[in-house]
């Protein structure tokens, strides 16, 4: 859309504020909100805002940061404030003030990424499946710790008690452009997924941020908290947000070759190659909260070993049985607290630099992962990933392809931030140490 399109469409619709949305490097959705009379200002890239109070954005003496609308994203939120004005948004790119962009800016480290592999003729298909719980809350508001039904995988009502919570989401994600693909209810009680159309990979990053805001937004409209964390509740599977992707060259998918083994491509392969390369190094990007790693352990279908497969669950990496233009690999680390413009990028990252270095991703691990023997995981050299997120900070650091991928200031900043978290989490003393030890020792 032209500016000139916005400000026809802002007075049709009654908007009257308009907020321009851009995240920190944590993947946390900030905005500033502008009255009508400055949408002209606004869509020009002339709001300034203070990049030092943003985790991770800039020092005090630099504070001065701006906001470049991306246009194609202008959309008008779907409910209204007294029926009467309604709120659109816009998401931004971060630049100083002379236009330059901002190096710690995650959606323009994604664009780096993704200008990369424009050079190759390539460009980025993305599909993630963001699962998330809903919780009550009680007459206060407080959110209860407890799950709010005793659903499981596809269950329906009255059992599944959140279907119609998943239904007025669904209506609001497509007023908004989705094309809801399924929503239905998820393995642990409370658990839920909404399925959206995959897209290219800029597109999914800003509908990933969207798609958790208007989630939590209408569950609490509801009465209910939805969270995206890992791993709420001990003993339940964890939220993940397994990432389809695969590489288009202009129509066709470079991943599909009729003629090869598994029919997929030497690109496709050398593309897994990457992956399981750089997995240990990009896990604290997809997977970045200590509790993450609490989702990463054997028995709950979320990977533990670096690995790939045609249609086994337990590796890292899974390959669907679709082909042709429907070729793709199956990211299934990442959850869905990951910051998606920075996970994006290292996963579409170590996947070129496969394909740059011709790497080979071996033979596929068509058995279950957690019942194989020593022996045998020595024999199909498969690895395991870091058991926590110290260990995923450590090789981040070790890692100079996905540190080049993220860019010097937003490497340097998070892993400052990660370093941070951890040592705070060990120095903590938890119940279940106190209910263990308190009386024994």
Not at 266 to 284: E, M, P
């Amino acid at each position: 859309m032209t500016k000139r399109e916005i400000m026809k469409l802002t007075e049709k619709s009654n908007v009257r504020f308009l907020r321009l949305m851009f995240t920190d490097i944590h993947g946390i959705n900030k905005n500033v909100e502008v009255p009508y009379s400055q949408f002209e200002k606004a869509l020009d890239g002339q709001i300034l805002f203070d990049g030092s109070s943003i985790e991770g954005f800039s020092r005090i003496e630099e504070s001065d940061m701006i906001l470049q609308p991306d246009l194609s994203t202008f959309r008008v939120f779907s409910w209204r404030a007294k029926e009467t004005w309604a709120t659109a948004r816009l998401i931004c790119d971060v630049a100083y003030p002379d236009g330059t962009p901002f190096p710690g800016c995650p959606r323009g480290a994604l664009k780096r990424v993704c200008a990369l592999a424009a050079k190759k003729g390539l460009h980025m298909m993305a599909g993630p499946e963001a699962e998330f719980f809903l919780l009550p809350k009680d007459g206060d508001g407080r959110i209860v710790e407890k799950t709010h039904d005793s659903g499981a995988y596809f269950d329906l009502a009255p059992v599944d008690r959140g279907e119609e919570v998943r239904r007025d989401i669904v209506h609001h994600l497509e007023t908004m452009g989705f094309e809801v693909e399924a929503a239905h209810h998820e393995v642990a009680p409370g658990q839920h997924e909404i399925d959206f159309k995959y897209a290219d990979a800029v597109t999914t990053a800003d509908n990933l941020m969207t798609f958790r805001f208007i989630v939590r937004k209408i569950a609490s409209k509801h009465g209910m908290h939805a969270t995206f964390m890992p791993k709420p509740f001990y003993g339940m599977n964890g939220s993940g947000m397994h990432t389809h992707q695969s590489l288009f060259r202009g129509e066709k998918n470079v991943f599909y070759s009729a003629s090869s083994e598994h029919r997929l491509s030497k690109t496709a392969l050398h593309y897994i190659g990457g992956l399981l390369k750089h997995a240990r190094g990009f896990i604290a990007i997809t997977n970045p909260l200590v509790n993450s790693y609490k989702r990463l352990v054997p028995g709950f279908e979320a990977p533990t070993h670096v690995a790939w497969s045609e249609q086994n669950r337990s590796p890292l990496v899974r390959v669907p049985n679709r082909r042709g233009v429907g070729t793709r690999v199956e990211l299934r680390v990442p959850d869905p607290s990951a910051n998606p413009y920075l996970a994006m990028a290292v996963m579409l990252r170590a996947g070129l630099d496969g394909i740059e270095k011709k790497i080979d991703p071996g033979p596929p691990v068509n058995k279950n992962i957690y019942r194989m023997s020593a022996r045998e995981l020595r024999r199909f050299k498969v690895s395991d990933l870091p058991i926590d997120l110290g260990g995923a900070v450590v090789a981040l650091q070790k890692d100079p392809v996905i540190i080049e991928a993220l860019g010097t200031h937003i490497a340097e900043q998070y892993i400052e931030a990660k370093q941070k978290v951890w040592i705070e989490y060990l120095s903590q003393v938890h119940d279940w140490e106190r209910e263990r030890y308190l009386t024994a020792y």
